[in-house]
């Protein structure tokens, strides 16, 4: 198996990872799935390779078959020992045994996008979710997310918004996350959708959180020791309000201005990375 | 003429500013002409209100006629002393000795809407516009720009540029600009056309610079003291590379996503101010 996926990477001019950590990946959408597919063949390596048991919930999608079988098929053909879409479309469906046990056995689970707030709906305070959460954290299976898959990765989540606006209450629409990483406010599409405004609201709002805004084809990745890797395309930015002095945040209506005072922002590109303890990126 | 304002101001709800020192006034486009006017009565009032005599240059607009009118009445009825449209559409003109004139000894010049290549090619380097700066960085004179005549007021112009993309060079087109505040690069109608990643694209390859995105019916005014005052209904967002520890805006390729690590950002509001030499924010 590894010889195909050698033979093929090496005609896509895929570079295939040497590290193979577990790890949280947040990915902003939009990921290549055609050509080198760098994000999805880190995650296949992260995952354990030709021994990845791969889990794919497409929950967060209103075409859950197709877009699991998309997955499916792209896995299968790195050559992951074992894919299985994971189709919950009830609450109820968490708690199927079988589901259960490969969650419990398996070495990555892949959110796809769709509608973060669905997604939220079906697995919020499940034993399943718990169970992913908890093996997420504790670094024992690679967890990745994409698009709305990434937007759930906080405590507190973006779950719509616009743009076009200065920041205030209304470009953004918060609910809660799934809490796997609990200190961010994940925004995703970033600069694709000029999202900078509305990640800016939403940290005013949550000044004890850092925002994270990762642009499309572009993953995030948590390796476990509070520090974040950037790889793909584009740019990961940090909104950092830890120095803030003023903020209007908690106390404006809706539509009015929203005003921060000392904002440390860091835009990440490949290779970079951030200390999320320290609070300091570094260049990679 | 004074009771006249007063009595309008008061039907369309107008606060009428008390303070009347000159400025340079950076307006983000699309300021109130209708109700309250603000901003309009702000430039009025420190032009000298009843004793204005003001300039209003239209040359950014490809239509200086049908602009150029709109202001003049709006001034006029305001109670202006004197208003005058310096209608300049060839390089020539700007030295029409009763223009340069006007433009010495006038009290107020009024910078419009259009596209600022335009009004650069039209005043760069007359003795016109040499006048205009030494009066106005001199105090004697109030002046306004707002949208293109906004974005001509640093030494680095932004000619041009796009959104929906992560910082990159070729998302901000850079040009020369007037050169009436220097240490700025100013960028206009901020939030509302999503133009951070330009804003941040700008001063990623001119770091010596800050950077400043006013937004439409929002206004920076500048006193003379270092300091920036913001008036009118979005805010104005200051970024300043001040303590960056790295960047490639330099050196990056077209396209190639800039990164930047430390970067300062604010988001001023109505009444805050900035000090350009200390770079710190306070709340108004």
């Known amino acids: ?31 290549d799935k055609i050509h080198g597919k760098e994000i999805l063949v880190n995650f296949f390596a992260r995952s354990g390779g030709e021994n990845a048991r791969i889990a794919i919930i497409p ?26 879409v994971i189709d919950i479309r009830e609450r109820e469906q968490c708690d199927h045994p079988v589901w259960q046990n490969y969650i419990q056995t398996c070495t990555g689970i ?41 937007a759930v990765m906080g405590h ?4 719509g918004g616009g743009s076009g606006e200065c920041p205030n209450r209304s ?9 796997i990483l609990p200190e961010l406010i994940v925004d995703q599409h970033f600069h694709n959708r000029n999202r900078m405004a509305r990640l800016l609201s939403a940290i005013a709002i949550h000044p004890d959180k850092i925002g994270m805004g990762v642009d499309e084809d572009t993953c995030a990745i948590f390796e476990g020791d509070d520090k974040i890797q950037v790889t793909g395309k584009g740019v990961v930015t940090i909104v950092d309000p830890g120095e803030m ?19 440390r922002i860091h835009l990440l590109g ?14 990679g």
Do not use: C
């Open 171 to 179: 470009l953004t629409d918060m609910a809660t996350g799934l809490g």
């Open 110 to 150: 892949f959110f796809t996008g769709g509608d973060q707030l669905r997604l939220w709906a079906l697995l919020s305070d499940t034993p399943m979710m718990e169970m992913i959460r908890l093996r997420a954290q504790a670094n024992k299976v690679t967890l990745a997310g994409t698009s709305a898959g990434a």
């Open 156 to 159: 507190h989540m973006i779950a």
């Open 1 to 31: 198996m590894l010889q195909k996926i050698t033979s093929q990477s090496l005609s896509t001019e895929v570079k295939m990872p040497h590290f193979k950590k577990t790890a949280v990946m947040v990915i902003g959408g939009a990921e």
């Open 245 to 263: 002095s003023y903020t209007n945040g908690h106390q404006v209506d809706n539509g009015e201005p929203i005003r921060i005072h000392n904002l």
């Open 270 to 283: 490949y290779g970079d990375s951030y200390d999320l303890k320290q609070r300091a990126a570094s260049y």
């Open 59 to 84: 929950s967060a999608s209103r075409e859950p078959v197709i877009i699991g079988i998309r997955y499916n098929t792209i896995f299968e053909e790195m050559g992951a020992k074992s894919v299985a």
